[in-house]
């Protein structure tokens, strides 16, 4: 069963950074041929896209409110990927999704992800 685990959430204060992981594992998923995604679910509104990789990690994109400030990359070789948020902002508390693509490719739908973890807390104090 394919399994993506989400790590490094926590309560910053506003301006703060915080790097969030999603390590894919299960029998036969390798997140090495998939384009990764990082979404967003904050209380009582839809969830939302963040970021995306695609599968050789050689082009990124992002939400228009995180770009500047938050990064996704990721590690084949770890079946890993990362969202590195700087700048954090009260707005941005939500709970983080890691997913994973149809393909190889960049998908900034939620349609596009088959594979999602059950997310990690950030909590942005003013």
């Known amino acids: 069963q394919a399994q993506l685990v989400e790590s490094g959430g926590g309560l910053v204060q506003a301006g703060g950074s915080l790097r969030l992981s999603c390590a894919a594992s299960?029998?036969?998923?390798?997140?090495?041929?998939?384009?990764m995604g990082w979404f967003r679910q904050a209380p009582g509104k839809e969830r939302e896209f963040v970021a995306a990789?695609?599968?050789?990690?050689?082009?990124?994109y992002y939400a228009a409110s995180m770009k500047g400030r938050f990064t996704i990359s990721r590690e084949n070789a770890k079946n890993t990927v990362y969202l590195q948020m700087n700048s954090l902002k009260p707005e941005d508390t939500a709970v983080y999704y890691c997913?994973?693509?149809?393909?190889?490719?960049?998908?900034?739908?939620?349609?596009?992800?088959?594979?999602w973890g059950q997310g990690t807390q950030v909590t942005v104090s003013s």
């Open positions: 299960g029998r036969a998923f390798s997140s090495y041929a998939m384009g």
């Open positions: 997913a994973a693509g149809r393909g190889v490719y960049i998908y900034s739908s939620s349609s596009e992800y088959n594979h």
């Open positions: 990789i695609n599968w050789i990690g050689s082009s990124t």
